[in-house]
């Protein structure tokens, strides 16, 4: 297939609006070339990072660093967990050259991070830019894919400077890993340089750093716990790990109990909801970061609660956009979040579930739960391409005269490996339930301390913030009449 065939088989605007979560089917078939007649991008596709962080050396040590990026070439790969990355709502229109591109583009629109954003693709380049704003707004973001030479290439934003909108920012996609053009670039406005070809994560945190400010505080992390059936202990489990989490490890959580009806949050910690969260998530024109921390319940030093007032009469239909909405305000002030989600299966517990930055599945060792657990396992994994796979933990294992499905059996069949399991002790945890404790606060030696310590250990341990440079602002491209 040749460019012009491939172009002319897409409209000429392409929309990709992010208004859920489903992951959208890839624009051009697997395997189809770059370019035919450009086969050096045809090469594999390691993530290259901006050329600010990876300067252009002599060409003798260019393949080794190049082979040195094969194996770890962003601060955001698969399954790392250091920074929390959310795209805000803005509007980003690309304009690129290659079908690769755009395959990375249409995979990187797909992604939970990109969900609040907006994003048009349409095929051209800088040309084809510059003749679109002519007559129309520019969007808050411009991305542009250009394998122009650098005197042509400025020669082109100049043009395009020129019918942009004040405050409107650009990034520049292209083939040249070369220092002196990321330089000249950066010193015109534009935001920032990604060297093609690249990772859709690489892509992403390039347009987080474009909006992000390095001093303000870093977002906080989200983890959900669900369960695979009711009753099998996810509730308790996520509890406990988020005691251990604040107690042993000495750093901030905030759990939300997201089942309005039976929730037992206030139950297991024995604190009384003063409002109702439901209440809150109803009128979510109401959700700010004050009134959520008027519904905070202060347990500790370093845990803070959620409850809810569970209750049967209540209408507890609410909207997936409340909900990020509230979880996504708590992300700015509230260092870890816990989200103890009911086991139920709607539009705003899928949600929740795929715009978490980790999540643990519970399960016992049945096989309804086997059935359930690869069936959720099977969903995210569709949703969620770029993170890593959910955290199995099996519990109550040795009931008297149940039958078992062992451990490595079920892992094998849902293709996700179990990390700890957790024996049951009808005695130790029906006690502390009832006694409003947590297992450490009840028995300070219970080998149950160490599974939900391997839990924490697992969701907090690649936590390590990288500050992040703060790109100068786009004065260039503030010229339009």
């Not at 393949?63 to 070439?73: D, F, L, R, S, Y």
């Not at 542009?144 to 290439?153: A, C, N, T, V």
């Not at 008297?400 to 849902?414: Q, W």
Request: glycine share 4%; charged share 20%; hydrophobic share 40%.
């Amino acid at each position: 297939m040749s460019d012009n065939d491939f172009f002319d088989s897409l409209p000429n605007d392409m929309d990709i609006a992010q208004t859920d979560v489903k992951q959208s089917d890839p624009i051009i078939r697997a395997g189809e070339p770059a370019l035919t007649s450009d086969p050096e991008f045809e090469n594999d596709n390691f993530g290259a990072t901006s050329v600010a962080n990876h300067p252009v050396i002599d060409p003798t040590r260019q393949a080794a660093i190049e082979q040195n990026h094969m194996g770890h070439v962003s601060n955001v790969e698969v399954g790392d967990t250091q920074k929390a990355l959310q795209i805000p709502q803005i509007s980003i229109q690309v304009f690129y050259e290659t079908p690769a591109t755009a395959q990375l583009l249409q995979t990187s629109a797909s992604d939970r991070r990109m969900a609040r954003s907006h994003i048009t693709l349409q095929a051209g380049g800088i040309i084809a830019a510059k003749n679109f704003y002519q007559d129309a707004p520019t969007p808050n973001l411009i991305i542009i894919e250009s394998r122009l030479q650098q005197d042509q290439l400025l020669s082109a934003l100049d043009d395009l400077a020129s019918v942009c909108d004040a405050g409107t920012k650009v990034f520049i996609m292209g083939h040249q890993n070369d220092i002196q053009l990321y330089r000249e670039l950066i010193s015109r406005g534009i935001s920032d340089y990604l060297v093609l070809p690249t990772s859709p994560l690489n892509f992403i945190e390039t347009v987080y750093n474009i909006y992000h400010d390095p001093e303000s505080a870093p977002l906080g992390k989200k983890f959900a716990f669900f369960g695979a059936k009711g009753g099998v202990g996810s509730s308790t489990i996520a509890h406990n790990v988020a005691h251990m989490i604040s107690h042993n490890m000495h750093d901030s959580v905030t759990i939300v109990d997201m089942d309005f009806a039976f929730g037992t949050l206030g139950l297991n910690f024995n604190q009384d909801a003063s409002q109702d969260i439901l209440g809150l998530l109803k009128t979510p024109e109401r959700i700010d970061e004050a009134t959520i921390n008027k519904m905070l319940i202060k347990h500790s030093d370093n845990l803070n609660l959620l409850p809810n007032i569970s209750s049967i009469e209540q209408d507890n239909s609410i909207s997936s956009n409340s909900v990020s909405s509230l979880l996504g305000c708590m992300t700015q002030s509230v260092a870890n979040s816990i989200i103890d989600l009911p086991h139920i299966w709607n539009d705003w517990v899928k949600s929740t579930l795929i715009q978490a930055d980790q999540i643990v599945i519970t399960a016992t060792p049945d096989l309804a739960c086997l059935r359930n657990t690869k069936n959720i396992v099977d969903y995210l994994k569709s949703h969620r391409t770029h993170d890593k796979d959910p955290m199995i933990v099996m519990n109550q294992l040795g009931m008297t005269k149940k039958p078992e499905i062992k451990s490595k059996d079920f892992a094998d069949a849902i293709g996700v490996k179990v990390i700890t399991e957790i024996a049951y002790d009808p005695r130790l945890f029906g006690t502390a339930a009832n006694n409003g404790q947590m297992i450490e606060e009840f028995s300070k030696a219970d080998k149950a301390l160490d599974h939900f310590s391997d839990i924490a250990q697992n969701l907090m341990s690649k936590r390590v913030q990288q500050a992040t440079q703060k790109k100068g602002l786009l004065d260039l491209f503030k010229k339009k009449a």
